[in-house]
């Protein structure tokens, strides 16, 4: 299903394209050409879409309600809602800021990894490449930061 839906994302934009590139053809011929190829897009887009629907249909025969559980919700107002359960049962709803959330975040992820590790599973070969950080020094701060790739040192100053 997700290579169906793939595909048809795939012929949309392949259509969109030929067709923002006819109205900038330099002549009559080249328009006819773009529109007739994304006309031909269009009508793959058609036929794969109504194929989509239908496994859809077939996975969930007697329709799909939304999920009134939301876990997390980020808020206009820049924090973040975390819909959990206690021990005991009761709902919960925790208030966090946005630093606060990506904390969270990256801790539980931190977990997940350590977890997965801890079981044998390893994540290294997906993950990218990263650098390694400055050694500490004696004292027990780090050493200078590392500039960039590229960089020829640290950015100017702001007046």
Same mark, same amino acid.
């Given at each position: 299903?997700?290579?169906?839906?793939?595909?048809?994302?795939?012929?949309?934009?392949?259509?969109?394209?030929?067709?923002?590139?006819? %109205?900038?053809? +330099?002549?009559?011929? $080249?328009?006819?050409? #773009?529109?007739?190829?994304?006309?031909?897009?269009? @009508? *793959?887009?058609?036929?794969?879409?109504?194929?989509?629907?239908?496994?859809?249909?077939?996975?969930?025969?007697?329709?799909?309600?939304?999920?009134?559980?939301?876990?997390?919700?980020?808020?206009?107002?820049?924090?973040? %809602?975390?819909? +959990?359960?206690?021990? $005991?049962?009761?709902? #919960?709803?925790?208030?966090?800021?946005?630093?606060? @959330? *990506?904390?969270?975040?990256?801790?539980?992820?931190?977990?997940?990894?350590?977890?997965?590790?801890?079981?044998?599973?390893?994540?290294?070969?997906?993950?990218?490449?990263?650098?390694?950080?400055?050694?500490?020094?004696?004292?027990?701060?780090?050493?200078?930061?590392?500039?960039?790739?590229?960089?020829?040192?640290?950015?100017?100053?702001?007046?």
């Amino acid at each position: 299903m997700i290579g169906l839906a793939n595909r048809v994302s795939a012929h949309f934009a392949a259509a969109e394209v030929a067709r923002a590139m006819a %109205e900038h053809s +330099t002549s009559e011929a $080249e328009h006819a050409h #773009l529109i007739a190829r994304a006309e031909q897009w269009e @009508a *793959l887009v058609n036929e794969q879409w109504n194929a989509l629907c239908s496994a859809i249909w077939a996975t969930a025969p007697g329709g799909a309600t939304v999920e009134r559980f939301l876990p997390v919700r980020p808020l206009t107002n820049g924090h973040v %809602e975390l819909h +959990t359960y206690s021990t $005991e049962g009761r709902r #919960l709803v925790v208030l966090l800021t946005g630093a606060q @959330a *990506l904390a969270v975040g990256a801790h539980l992820t931190a977990y997940g990894a350590l977890s997965l590790d801890r079981s044998g599973q390893k994540l290294d070969p997906g993950l990218p490449h990263v650098k390694a950080a400055p050694p500490f020094d004696a004292d027990g701060t780090a050493g200078a930061p590392a500039a960039p790739d590229g960089a020829d040192g640290p950015p100017p100053a702001h007046p």
